[in-house]
């Protein structure tokens, strides 16, 4: 095993989503777009060779060309966030905006044994990164939001997090680029490397994050 195998590559490039593409179908097909292109840059940075993106019957991710591979996009106001990782082993991604509640999902999401463990956020980021932690890790396992439940946050430390299903641990790593917290699930003891778009670490969009809460 080389060096690169214990490292897991993740791309996170911003785009603008500016009238015509800040609604409807063009929103959808832009972001798709910028997700594809995120998706082969981190392919290039692992020297994989993708071939057919196809799906199974969950909609999860079908290897392709021997590697695996997880998309993740959403969007705040005009700034559209899409997040790719590809990876010899089972990989998943998943992004979110801080402060965007799931009430119907809160009890699932973060119970009181997991709050404590980010007892150093507040409220919208503990949510935040438990909600993609287990999102990351449903995709990872190509699962659905159906087995959401089934997921703990079992320990978290700075950026790294473990999450229990069952008898088995996932290790996450998280990474916050306001107002969006990412998070990835792979192998335990991989190496992140993450690719990120300067313009979101450089905080050129300072507007829109004033006033709200950092994770
Ligand atoms: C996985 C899921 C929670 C992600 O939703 P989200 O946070 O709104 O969206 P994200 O942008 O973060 O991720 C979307 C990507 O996740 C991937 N994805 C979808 N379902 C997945 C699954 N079961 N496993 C792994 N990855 C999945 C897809 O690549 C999708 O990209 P696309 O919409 O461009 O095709 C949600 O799509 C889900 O629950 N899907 C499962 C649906 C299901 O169980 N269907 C059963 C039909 S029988």
Redesign the pocket.
Known sequence: MTALDEELVVVARSTTLEPPLDRGTERVAHL?AV?LAALAEAASFRGAKLGPLE?D?????RPSGGWHW?????SQGALGLAVASVSRSPV?V??EVVGRGRPELALHVLSPAERALLATLNEAAAFARAWTAK?AV??KL?????ALSELRLEDAAGDQGVLLRGDTRHAVEWLSVPPFVLAVAGKARERVDWRVDPRLRAGEHDERRRGRSRS
């Open positions: 798709r997700t799906k019957e969950r909609d999860a991710p997880s998309i993740s996009h959403t998943g998943d992004a999102e449903l995709k190509g699962l659905g939001l159906m």
